[in-house]
């Protein structure tokens, strides 16, 4: 018989051959360190049983905490960074004759609503989201449900939107989040044997090129024709960033149209008041001097850019710079060159695509104005 390394011979105690009778091993001694550990041993699946099921219900305790504490911060920090933003620049700005819809008072407090309203609703939602796929994966197993239970929890976390307000609707937030889901559905899609075929095109090259084109078509179509179909605060954003004022595109509207001149008049004062004195011709087919004045295009296109990117940098700014200060925190105090430097170099990426946007936009309008002309001469 060998001995093994903590003094048990063939497996067995060495104080059962020690007290024995005619070969019968005798009783276990307490003292005996073997007998001891084997004892504990043989009490121990039970705690370990017990004490692995209260560490996993803490695990997921902590994440259904966890997931609600990060979305309310997020959504309450971008909200709030965006108010903020918002507040700040409408201090700033210098009082215009035309009276505000409500006071600076009256602001800040539906700033905060609101900040408060969306951080309870992404708090919400992801808690409610991940309760719900605890629960199916708890009940059904994790490896059965693993296929549908997301999307039933996505289902139930759904409603959480009515938490921004019952009386308000939010179809541009609601098509964002589609828009996301159809992202990752097509990224699924690519990958799956059944579908793969059918998401080939997204394969493509610059196909996102195309869609971009596709995009821009309707909302540049909608922006100068019909902009009662965009929502309030969209059209807001393209006439902030389409650097034209309403009376021009009523012209330009009209010309595309093939309507006649209504508001010519207007145009003209517009461009006086700027110190411009452009006199418009009513039988015009190019509007150039109707969207540049007496610039020729070459100069609008330069100092266009110029002012559009400078209107585009207060917007992309707080978009960078809030979620650096909320998600990236921690990596904010230990690298905050990086992280800045990231966020400096996002900022005036997007600001410049913005505004060679804009810019390209009034080009090709004038571009296809042009060839339209030409054509039917």
């Known amino acids: 018989m060998s001995p093994d390394g903590d003094g048990a011979i063939n497996g067995c105690c ?26 504990s041993l043989s009490s121990s699946p039970s705690a370990l049983g017990s004490d692995s099921v209260l560490l996993v219900d803490s695990n997921k305790l902590r994440r259904i ?40 008072k009256e602001a800040i407090s539906l700033a ?48 959480s939107m009515l938490l921004t307000g019952h009386n308000t609707q939010h179809k541009s937030l609601a098509i964002y989040i589609l828009m996301r889901a159809a992202v990752l559905a097509s ?3 690519i990958k799956s044997k059944r579908f793969g075929k059918l998401c080939k095109p997204l394969t493509w090259k610059h196909g996102d090129i195309f869609l971009m084109c596709l995009s821009s078509s309707q909302i540049l179509s909608s922006y100068i024709l019909k902009q009662d179909s965009l929502p309030p605060s969209y059209r807001s954003f393209l006439n902030k960033h389409g650097g034209k004022d309403l009376v021009i595109l009523q012209g330009v509207k009209e010309i595309a149209c093939g309507l006649p001149f209504t508001n010519l008049e207007a145009i003209e004062k517009l461009y006086k008041a700027s110190g411009v004195d452009v006199k418009l011709d009513p039988n015009m087919k190019i509007p150039c001097s109707m969207i540049h004045g007496n610039q020729s295009c070459s100069a609008h296109v330069i ?72 054509t039917v001469a």
């Open 187 to 189: 990224r699924c899609g």
């Open 112 to 159: 905060i609503k609101e900040t408060l309203r969306y951080g309870l609703f992404l708090g919400t939602f992801a808690g409610t989201f991940v309760s719900v796929d605890e629960i199916i994966g708890e009940l059904g197993g994790h490896n059965r449900t693993a296929k549908w239970r997301a999307l039933v929890a996505g289902l139930v976390a759904g409603p």
């Open 303 to 374: 100092s266009f850019f110029t002012e559009g990117y400078k209107r585009a940098l207060p917007v992309y700014l707080p978009v960078y710079l809030i979620p650096a200060l909320i998600v990236h925190r921690q990596d904010l105090l230990k690298r905050p060159s990086t992280i800045l430097r990231k966020g400096i170099v996002g900022t005036a990426r997007s600001s410049l695509f913005l505004s060679a946007y804009c810019t390209s936009a009034w080009t090709s309008e004038l571009l296809a104005l042009t060839r339209i002309v030409n």
């Open 14 to 39: 060495p104080c059962s051959f020690s007290s024995g009778e005619n070969g019968i091993p005798g009783s276990h001694d307490d003292t005996c360190k073997h007998c001891t550990r084997s004892k």
């Open 65 to 104: 905490f966890v997931a609600s504490a990060k979305g309310f911060s997020i959504g309450a920090g971008l909200k709030g960074g965006l108010a903020l933003f918002s507040i700040i620049a409408r201090l700033l700005r210098k009082k215009s004759r035309k009276v505000e819809a409500f006071t600076n």
